[in-house]
């Protein structure tokens, strides 16, 4: 692979001691995991990691525990993105001095109605005040959480002004042709669908391949639509996508965190997997009644034990 920043990358979910610390040693072990069973690399302390229920001193603990891991550093990208910018710039620095070069960046997202000019201005803060070269930001863009739209316009600005640093986005958006536009306007621009049900449309568009949530269980089936299409294997890749769509689609109906966990508990016979911090709770018996249902149904199950 030409580019170690695309291809299929999990939103990996992060394991919980029974007293909500972060496993540190379960979460390595899980990193390994994905990466064995479809994943060309692993996103830390996204959206379903609950990275915005830790605290910046846990994160910085993940951080560490991920560069002692023995994972090749271009495999993981690590979240880093705060409301407050010396959160960010403090992260950001962290991963930098652990030998992460890429890092994932949620804009500042309390404040809402804020214009492109102030999100410029809050990544631009950030950059300066780091001024590390080694730096490449995936911009993060999930606007159902953030409440935030990274518009076209100020990716654009962004890349245009740090073209070296603002490498790519994660567009978690749902928005098929606001992908597709980014794509279009930014050349080499490392687009990640933030769904897999995206993935090929991206790749035939120029885009990077996908980050996602449910490639905690899905990356194999990631994989397969990846691999085709590396190959020139058009019909391949097309029905390869057809089983990672509806997998998608049934699984994000349980809820990403909760059913991507209930998952991993059953997979390993770890109830422990079950832990989350509130207000994201486990899923009711009920809803794993139908999480296993929809599974049969579908003929659906894991790679192989976590």
């Not at 993105?81 to 962290?94: F, N, Q, S, Y």
């Not at 042709?177 to 769904?195: D, H, K, L, S, Y």
């Amino acid at each position: 692979m030409s580019d170690p920043l695309s291809g299929v990358w999990s939103a990996a979910v992060t394991p919980l001691n029974n007293d909500l610390t972060v496993n540190l040693a379960a979460m390595v072990a899980h990193h390994k995991w994905l990466l064995a069973n479809g994943c060309n690399g692993v996103a830390v302390l996204g959206t379903t990691g609950e990275a915005n229920s830790f605290s910046v001193r846990e994160r910085l603990d993940v951080i560490a525990a991920a560069a002692a891991s023995g994972i090749a550093k271009e495999q993981l990208l690590i979240g880093t993105g705060c409301c407050a910018p010396t959160d960010t710039i403090e992260l950001t620095r962290a991963a930098l001095d652990a030998g992460f070069n890429q890092v994932l960046m949620l804009p500042p997202f309390y404040y809402k109605g804020v214009s492109d000019d102030g999100l410029f201005a809050a990544f631009d803060h950030v950059i300066q005040q780091l001024a590390d070269d080694r730096l490449a930001i995936v911009i993060y863009d999930f606007p159902l959480m953030t409440g935030l739209d990274m518009s076209v316009d100020l990716l654009v600005r962004l890349n245009k002004a740090y073209p070296n640093t603002v490498v790519g986005v994660k567009d978690s958006s749902g928005n098929w042709p606001a992908m597709q536009a980014v794509i279009e306007a930014i050349p080499g621009f490392r687009a990640f669908a933030g769904t897999e049900q995206y993935l090929l449309a991206d790749l035939q568009a120029g885009g990077a391949g996908c980050i996602t949530a449910t490639g905690n269980a899905t990356s194999n089936l990631c994989q397969a639509v990846y691999a085709a299409h590396q190959a020139g294997d058009t019909a391949g890749a097309e029905a390869a996508q057809e089983i990672a769509t509806a997998t998608r689609l049934m699984l994000q109906a349980h809820g990403t965190v909760p059913a991507m966990k209930e998952l991993m508990a059953q997979n390993s016979g770890n109830p422990a997997w079950r832990n989350m911090r509130p207000p994201i709770m486990p899923l009711s018996a009920e809803g794993v009644a139908a999480l296993d249902k929809a599974c049969q149904d579908m003929g659906f199950r894991l790679a192989e034990a976590a």
